[in-house]
């Protein structure tokens, strides 16, 4: 199997940005906010194209402070990122979501970079780093769908058991989701760069098993963290 990818010029990257400006156009013409879109899409690329040359200089250090430091920043930044959904002080559950990723999301990213994939060095940044986003990433979405939920059925008059359930239910459905569609409906992205990149698609399919289960492990143990810790904060 040929093993090396395609490399893509930045003329023919180009070409990929020829149905998003469609949209972008259509918006426009539509007289819908088109300038959140272009602001997006000008954010994405310039973001990823930032953080390509800082992933390059931290894999070339491959220095295990430096990866525990990204590691501090990506968490610290979802837990903020979470609470944007909901009303009450960001500040006042900041350290409760804080918290609950690292509980849920955490001890993931330690079980499968030190038990499933047995890292040498175990901080190894190809692995960790890219891994630890996908479970940081998942945590935060599935916190912020389960407080945006929890504090709606709470401004319902709902009594908060009650309400809990139907927020962890309501955090769980992309994830779950997700779980129904891989392999049938979609390839997702670790399964199709690793086949891009030339690996056999038997071992991409172990490595994607792998990432499915954590992403539901850490969304689910994070989330019901968060459910159980803020439960004063919206009595």
Same mark, same amino acid.
């Given at each position: 199997?040929?093993?090396?990818?395609?490399?893509?010029?930045? !003329?023919?990257?180009?070409?990929?940005?020829?149905?998003?400006?469609?949209?972008?156009?259509?918006?426009?013409?539509?007289?819908?906010?088109?300038?959140?879109? !272009?602001?997006?899409?000008?954010?994405?690329?310039?973001?990823? !194209?930032?953080?390509?040359?800082?992933?390059?200089?931290?894999?070339e250090a491959d220095q295990?402070?430096?990866? !525990?430091?990204?590691?501090?920043?990506?968490?610290?930044?979802?837990?903020?990122?979470?609470?944007?959904?909901?009303?009450?002080?960001?500040?006042?559950?900041?350290?409760?979501?804080?918290?609950?990723?690292?509980? *849920?999301?955490?001890?993931?990213?330690?079980?499968?970079?030190?038990?499933?994939?047995?890292?040498?060095?175990?901080?190894?940044?190809?692995?960790?780093?890219?891994?630890?986003?996908?479970?940081?990433?998942?945590?935060?979405?599935?916190?912020?769908?389960?407080?945006?939920?929890?504090?709606?059925?709470?401004?319902? *008059?709902?009594?908060? @058991?009650?309400?809990?359930?139907?927020?962890?239910?309501?955090?769980?459905?992309?994830?779950?989701?997700?779980?129904?569609?891989?392999?049938?409906?979609?390839?997702p992205g670790m399964m199709?760069?690793?086949?891009?990149? @030339?690996?056999?698609?038997?071992?991409?399919?172990?490595?994607?098993?792998?990432?499915?289960?954590?992403?539901?492990?850490?969304?689910?143990?994070?989330?019901?963290?968060?459910?159980?810790?803020?439960?004063?904060?919206?009595?």
């Amino acid at each position: 199997m040929k093993e090396s990818i395609q490399i893509i010029s930045p !003329l023919n990257l180009a070409l990929a940005f020829v149905p998003v400006f469609i949209v972008i156009t259509i918006l426009y013409k539509w007289s819908l906010n088109y300038r959140n879109a !272009l602001y997006a899409v000008s954010r994405m690329l310039i973001q990823l !194209l930032l953080i390509g040359y800082f992933l390059a200089f931290i894999f070339e250090a491959d220095q295990a402070w430096i990866v !525990l430091l990204v590691l501090t920043v990506m968490v610290s930044a979802a837990s903020w990122i979470a609470l944007r959904t909901i009303k009450l002080s960001q500040k006042k559950l900041y350290l409760l979501t804080l918290l609950s990723i690292i509980a *849920g999301g955490g001890t993931t990213l330690v079980l499968v970079t030190q038990g499933v994939l047995q890292l040498q060095p175990w901080y190894w940044p190809q692995y960790m780093i890219p891994l630890a986003g996908m479970i940081f990433a998942n945590s935060m979405n599935s916190i912020s769908l389960a407080a945006e939920r929890l504090e709606s059925e709470m401004a319902r *008059g709902m009594q908060y @058991g009650e309400a809990r359930g139907i927020a962890l239910k309501a955090s769980l459905i992309p994830i779950t989701n997700s779980l129904f569609a891989v392999g049938l409906v979609s390839l997702p992205g670790m399964m199709t760069g690793q086949i891009l990149s @030339g690996v056999s698609p038997l071992i991409a399919a172990r490595y994607q098993i792998m990432v499915m289960c954590m992403i539901y492990g850490s969304a689910g143990i994070s989330t019901c963290c968060f459910l159980r810790l803020v439960k004063s904060a919206f009595d």
